[in-house]
């Protein structure tokens, strides 16, 4: 006949509900942890930092614009200057200046195009700038090619037109029409669902960070995306799959940067001078210019994506 002896068992039911309550202690301390420092938690601080420091200060342009600058210099357009890599791993110095001479081929191409056909122009852009978007932030969120393009075309619509007046004047400037409405702020909040659905901390602050940023000025809230999510997500990935530093992928990346900054430079010299609209506006042409080295930029990483899947 077995004997429980009750002391004992008391002692352990006590020792089990410590350990319980010790381990859920420790997970939500871990989930506080991988929370708070995750990038899309900093870039959410970031937003609400901008945000307090009212909009359309002083303080608020100078910081702004200041992060702006740094973060196109440091990964914004470097992780698109690194797409001679990705074709080789390496640099290689024979097939460079071919490289460069198609790059350069269809960023003409895409300029010509905008300078012939605006409207058609802008829509193209639009298009593919949707579902670059969407594929990366898909792949870093694990969502299939349909909720990735629809994501895409949700991120870019809601960045746009929650600004709507900002990004009509842009809009008239570069291509001679206007956004027929805006877009509502709760338009990206369906995605919480998806992003519950995958357990995901990153998606989740992801798009309250992006409806924080709806309060911001347009360039501030696209800058926030396009460096912060975007091109570090990009940049990321790059490191990985090349197996490379940081710093020396940005050290290969010189090239085709200081390139860019040239061309940059050059656009907003001469796209004045085409007289393509009397409304000068300096974003109009930061935009065109982004249009013209994406193409190139989002071709090279399409056509590795597809090499990769076939080896």
Same mark, same amino acid.
């Given at each position: 006949?077995?004997?429980?002896?009750?002391?004992?068992?008391?002692?352990?039911?006590?020792?089990?509900?410590?350990?319980? &309550?010790?381990?859920? $202690?420790? &997970?939500?301390?871990?989930?506080?942890?991988?929370?708070?420092?995750?990038?899309?938690?900093?870039?959410?601080?970031?937003?609400?930092?901008?945000?307090?420091?009212?909009?359309?200060?002083?303080?608020?342009?100078?910081?702004?614009?200041?992060?702006?600058?740094?973060?196109?210099?440091?990964?914004?357009?470097?992780?698109?200057?690194?797409?001679?890599?990705?074709?080789?791993?390496?640099?290689?110095?024979?097939?460079?200046?071919?490289?460069?001479?198609?790059?350069?081929?269809?960023?003409?191409?895409?300029?010509?195009?905008?300078?012939?056909?605006?409207?058609?122009?802008?829509?193209?852009?639009?298009?593919?700038?949707?579902?670059?978007?969407?594929?990366?932030?898909?792949?870093?969120?694990?969502?299939?090619?349909?909720?990735?393009?629809?994501?895409? #075309?949700?991120?870019?619509?809601?960045?746009?037109?929650?600004?709507?007046?900002?990004?009509?004047?842009?809009? $008239?400037?570069?291509?001679?029409?206007?956004?027929?409405?805006?877009?509502?702020?709760?338009?990206?909040?369906?995605?919480?669902?998806?992003?519950?659905?995958?357990?995901?901390?990153?998606?989740?602050?992801?798009?309250?960070?992006?409806?924080?940023?709806?309060?911001?000025?347009?360039?501030?809230?696209?800058?926030?995306?396009?460096?912060?999510?975007?091109?570090?997500?990009?940049?990321?990935?790059?490191?990985?799959?090349?197996?490379?530093?940081?710093? $020396?992928?940005?050290?290969?990346?010189?090239?085709?940067?200081?390139?860019?900054?040239?061309?940059?430079?050059?656009?907003?010299?001469?796209?004045?001078?085409?007289?393509?609209?009397?409304?000068?506006?300096?974003?109009?042409?930061?935009?065109?210019?982004?249009? #013209?080295?994406?193409?190139?930029?989002?071709?090279?990483?399409?056509?590795?994506?597809? $090499?990769?899947?076939?080896?």
């Amino acid at each position: 006949m077995a004997i429980i002896n009750v002391g004992s068992y008391s002692n352990l039911n006590t020792h089990l509900s410590k350990e319980s &309550s010790v381990n859920t $202690k420790m &997970s939500w301390v871990n989930v506080f942890k991988a929370i708070v420092t995750n990038r899309s938690f900093l870039i959410l601080m970031v937003s609400l930092f901008l945000l307090l420091l009212g909009n359309e200060s002083k303080l608020q342009y100078l910081i702004g614009n200041g992060l702006l600058f740094i973060g196109l210099a440091t990964v914004g357009i470097p992780h698109g200057a690194v797409d001679h890599l990705l074709e080789s791993g390496h640099w290689v110095s024979r097939s460079t200046p071919r490289f460069i001479l198609v790059y350069l081929a269809y960023s003409f191409a895409m300029a010509l195009f905008w300078y012939l056909s605006p409207k058609l122009a802008l829509c193209l852009f639009l298009f593919y700038s949707s579902w670059h978007f969407g594929q990366s932030d898909g792949e870093q969120w694990g969502l299939g090619s349909m909720f990735s393009y629809l994501w895409g #075309c949700t991120v870019l619509f809601f960045l746009l037109g929650t600004h709507y007046n900002e990004t009509n004047e842009i809009l $008239k400037s570069i291509s001679g029409v206007s956004m027929p409405f805006s877009s509502p702020v709760w338009l990206i909040t369906p995605f919480f669902f998806m992003a519950f659905y995958k357990r995901s901390y990153s998606y989740a602050i992801t798009i309250l960070w992006l409806l924080v940023s709806s309060q911001l000025p347009l360039m501030l809230a696209f800058g926030l995306y396009f460096i912060g999510q975007h091109s570090l997500t990009n940049w990321q990935q790059i490191s990985k799959t090349l197996n490379m530093a940081h710093h $020396k992928i940005w050290i290969y990346s010189m090239p085709f940067h200081l390139g860019a900054w040239f061309v940059l430079a050059l656009f907003f010299f001469v796209w004045p001078m085409l007289n393509i609209s009397s409304d000068y506006n300096r974003w109009g042409i930061f935009f065109i210019f982004i249009a #013209c080295v994406s193409l190139p930029h989002i071709i090279s990483v399409h056509l590795f994506k597809k $090499k990769s899947e076939t080896i």
